[in-house]
C-alpha cells in the first residue's frame, strides 16, 4: 500500500520466450512485460531504487510514512543513501531527508552479504569474496 499510485521506480521490460538476444523482437509490443522496480525487501533490510533524487525522496517519504502507520519506525541511524551517477554525470552527492534529519551518503555498503559500490565496479566485492575464501582455506590448515 505504501507505492499504490506510485510510478516511481526503474522500469524494465522484458521477454520470457526463447529469443531473449533477438533485440528486434524487444521492440514489439507483444509478449514484451513490463515490471517497476523500487523496493526490494529482505527480513528487516529494504533497498529502494530511483532514477532521480526527486524520485528518491518520494519513495523514502512513502516507505517511511508506511512504516510508522504499521508502528514500525525506520533507523535513521543505519539508513544510508548511496548515488550511482552515470560516469559522464558531474552532478553532486544527493540530499535526501527524513523528518529534519538529512541521510549520510555512502560510497560503498554490503546488503545482503554483498558489497555494493557507487562507481558500479566489482573491485571490493571480488577482494572481500576472495578474503573469505582465503579466510576458509586458512582454516583447513589446522585440520590437515
Given at each position: 500500500?505504501?507505492?499504490?499510485?506510485?510510478?516511481?521506480?526503474?522500469?524494465?521490460?522484458?521477454?520470457?520466450?526463447?529469443?531473449?538476444?533477438?533485440?528486434?523482437?524487444l521492440?514489439?509490443?507483444?509478449r514484451?512485460?513490463?515490471?517497476?522496480?523500487?523496493?526490494?525487501?529482505?527480513?528487516?533490510?529494504?533497498?529502494?531504487?530511483?532514477?532521480?533524487?526527486?524520485?528518491?525522496?518520494?519513495?523514502?517519504?512513502?516507505?517511511?510514512?508506511?512504516?510508522?502507520?504499521?508502528g514500525?519506525?525506520?533507523?535513521?541511524?543505519?539508513?544510508?543513501?548511496?548515488?550511482?551517477?552515470?560516469?559522464?554525470?558531474?552532478?553532486?552527492?544527493?540530499?535526501?531527508?527524513?523528518?529534519?534529519?538529512?541521510?549520510?551518503?555512502?560510497?560503498?555498503?554490503?546488503?545482503?552479504?554483498?558489497?555494493?559500490?557507487?562507481?558500479?565496479?566489482?573491485?571490493?566485492?571480488?577482494?572481500?569474496?576472495?578474503?573469505?575464501?582465503?579466510?576458509?582455506?586458512?582454516?583447513?590448515?589446522?585440520?590437515?
Open positions: 500500500m505504501a507505492f499504490k499510485d506510485c510510478n516511481a521506480g526503474v522500469s524494465l521490460y522484458f521477454r520470457t520466450d526463447r529469443s531473449v538476444f533477438d533485440l528486434r523482437k521492440h514489439s509490443k507483444t514484451v512485460t513490463h515490471a517497476l522496480l523500487r523496493d526490494f525487501l529482505f527480513a528487516d533490510d529494504c533497498a529502494l531504487a530511483a532514477l532521480s533524487i526527486q524520485e528518491a525522496q518520494v519513495l523514502l517519504d512513502r516507505f517511511v510514512e508506511a512504516s510508522r502507520r504499521f514500525l519506525s525506520v533507523s535513521l541511524k543505519k539508513t544510508e543513501v548511496m548515488y550511482q551517477p552515470s560516469r559522464t554525470s558531474t552532478s553532486a552527492a544527493p540530499s535526501l531527508v527524513v523528518g529534519n534529519q538529512e541521510l549520510p551518503v555512502a560510497d560503498k555498503f554490503c546488503y545482503l552479504g554483498s558489497r555494493i559500490a557507487n562507481d558500479a565496479l566489482l573491485d571490493c566485492e571480488i577482494s572481500a569474496r576472495i578474503a573469505k575464501a582465503a579466510e576458509a582455506f586458512g582454516k583447513l590448515t589446522r585440520r590437515l
